[in-house]
């Protein structure tokens, strides 16, 4: 709490900043690595020269709510460059049920407790808000609206629509962040490898992320990588978990636009 307080009144981003904001577990460690691929296009680097073979995405993109206050971003504070206008925001989502499971998932795996918890628990205290990073529903409908109000400075994506759409979602998050493809086939080639360089498959079998540690959190980085799937809540959800979360969704999503399927 004391890192949130000290980052919502004093953090000041730069014109050409682009935070990258996310309910846990909706697709963080994906959308990091995306844009660091898109970044990095420009280096013309070959495989071998990519930092996420010695980093997980996370230790690219500091969590600033986390570590306002620990030593990796406080020099985030210091910068006198910092104006307090234009910084761009890329929100990803996840449709709840996904973001449920994986998120039981990851406690289950790092609190490690004698069994797992509940998954009964887990969708009550997802349902009444009493989660950490707090209530699902008003975290998301918070960007939506913020991402209709301000389009050219919010964007927001969805995790299964990266799935299902991967090359067209890329090009808009590369355009929004000033860095639009060509059209022609060498814009094709280079999405292919936005896309092949972030992919789950690529980065679960680095080495760093098999058997290397995020230090700042003392978490195995093979934590952030599960199924990287959309759907998997129905291998752990009954039919009445399910229909209870739906409800909540259409009462809690009614009359915002925003529809958040497992597609
Ligand atoms: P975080 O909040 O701890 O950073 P986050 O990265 O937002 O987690 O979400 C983790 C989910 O994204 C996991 O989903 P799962 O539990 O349903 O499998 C993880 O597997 C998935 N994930 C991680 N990296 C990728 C990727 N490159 N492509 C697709 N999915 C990914």
Redesign the pocket.
């Known amino acids: 709490m004391q890192s949130m307080k000290a980052f919502r009144s004093e953090f000041q981003p730069r014109n050409d900043d682009i935070l990258l904001t996310?309910?846990?577990?909706?697709?963080?460690?994906?959308?990091i690595?995306l844009c660091h691929n898109i970044l990095s296009l420009d280096d013309d680097g070959k495989e071998e020269d990519d930092v996420l073979k010695k980093m997980n995405?996370?230790e690219l993109a500091p969590p600033l709510d986390v570590n306002f206050l620990s030593d990796q971003v406080q020099d985030l504070l210091l910068d006198p460059g910092r104006s307090n206008s234009g910084c761009k925001i890329v929100h990803?989502a996840?449709n709840p049920k996904?973001t449920l499971?994986?998120m039981w998932?990851?406690y289950n795996k790092i609190l490690k407790p004698d069994g797992p918890f509940p998954v009964e628990r887990a969708v009550e205290s997802f349902c009444s808000g009493v989660l950490p990073w707090g209530p699902f529903y008003e975290n998301v409908v918070g960007y939506w609206e913020e991402s209709n109000r301000r389009p050219k400075e919010v964007l927001f994506l969805k995790?299964e629509e990266?799935?299902r759409y991967p090359e067209e979602q890329v090009r808009k998050l590369a355009s929004f962040m000033g860095r639009p493809f060509s059209s022609m086939e060498d814009g094709d080639a280079e999405v292919g490898k936005v896309l092949r360089y972030?992919?789950?498959n690529r980065?679960?079998e680095l080495e760093v992320n098999k058997n290397g540690v995020w230090e700042l959190h003392r978490l195995p980085n093979n934590?952030?990588?599960?199924?990287?799937?959309v759907g998997?809540w129905k291998s752990y959800l009954t039919p009445q978990m399910a229909e209870r979360i739906d409800q909540l969704t259409q009462l809690k999503l009614q009359g915002t636009g925003l529809s958040l399927d497992d597609f």
């Open positions: 996310s309910f846990p577990k909706t697709g963080t460690t994906w959308l690595a995405p996370h990803v996840r996904d499971v994986s998932h990851f995790y990266l799935c972030s992919s789950f980065l679960k934590t952030f990588f599960r199924k990287g799937t998997d």
